[in-house]
């Protein structure tokens, strides 16, 4: 079975880290970009940033460039979020979601989200 | 890096049809044809419904079907059925820097 599992979801002190995790399984890893898309409560899906199939090209949207760096182990069929300087609009459910062989693919499985609450 | 435009609500009654419009720009949605459809029920896990523009998943049902005209693309879901009741978002590929969501809109089946 084609699977997305995140963790590593917490509540953090503005200003705070934390890094997400998401244990893929069922598919070839190495072969999909993956990306991270984010919910916050009340609100819809905002797409928070992508990584190629082997890690070498990485995009960020500007509400978390500079703070949040994408990374994948490839071997471990894992992908990553650190967020650095966390704030509290970055409170939401963060899903990691699998693309395509192309960047502009779509994103065909998604995990069941972890949450990330920022407050003091 | 702004969010397509989605009407926030859309309704109608078992068996009947509904469009639902996902507004962008020449930048996004009018320059490529990379736009893809979301199902997401509360609680749930999002469900890829449509890629793009059209194209329909393996087990999405024929009920569901997409297209686009210049900066507009639209989703229609023909015979309303109660487990249609969901919210929905477009996307849409933006360039290397992006990749755009709409604000969602909220499907109820009367």
């Known amino acids: 079975e084609v699977q997305l599992v995140e963790s590593g979801g917490d509540l953090v002190q503005p200003g705070g880290s934390l890094r997400l995790s998401c244990a893929a399984s069922g598919f070839t890893f190495s072969s999909y970009w993956m990306h991270w898309v984010r919910q916050a409560p009340g609100k819809g899906l905002v797409w928070v940033s992508r990584m190629d199939r082997d890690g070498s090209y990485k995009r960020y949207a500007d509400s978390v460039k500079g703070r949040f760096t994408i990374s994948r182990d490839n071997a471990k069929s894992t992908v990553y979020l650190q967020m650095n300087s966390l704030r509290g609009e970055d409170t939401a459910v963060y899903y990691c979601?699998?693309?395509?062989?192309?960047?502009?693919?779509?994103?065909?499985?998604w995990g069941q989200g972890t949450t990330v609450t920022v407050s003091s | 890096q702004s969010a397509l435009t989605q009407p926030p609500s859309a309704s109608g009654s078992p068996g009947q049809s509904v469009t639902i419009s996902c507004t962008g720009t020449s930048s996004d949605v009018g320059g490529y044809n990379h736009v893809s459809w979301y199902q997401h029920h509360p609680g749930k896990t999002p469900k890829l419904i449509i890629y793009?523009?059209?194209e329909r998943p393996s087990g999405v049902p024929d009920r569901f079907s997409g297209s686009k005209s210049g900066n507009t693309a639209s989703l229609t879901v023909s015979g309303l059925q109660a487990e249609d009741e969901a919210e929905y978002y477009c996307?849409?590929?933006?360039?290397?820097?992006?990749?755009?969501f709409g604000g969602g809109t909220k499907l109820t089946v009367l």
């Open positions: 996307s849409s590929f933006a360039g290397s820097n992006s990749l755009l």
């Open positions: 979601a699998r693309g395509g062989n192309y960047e502009w693919n779509a994103l065909d499985v």
């Open positions: 793009e523009v059209s």
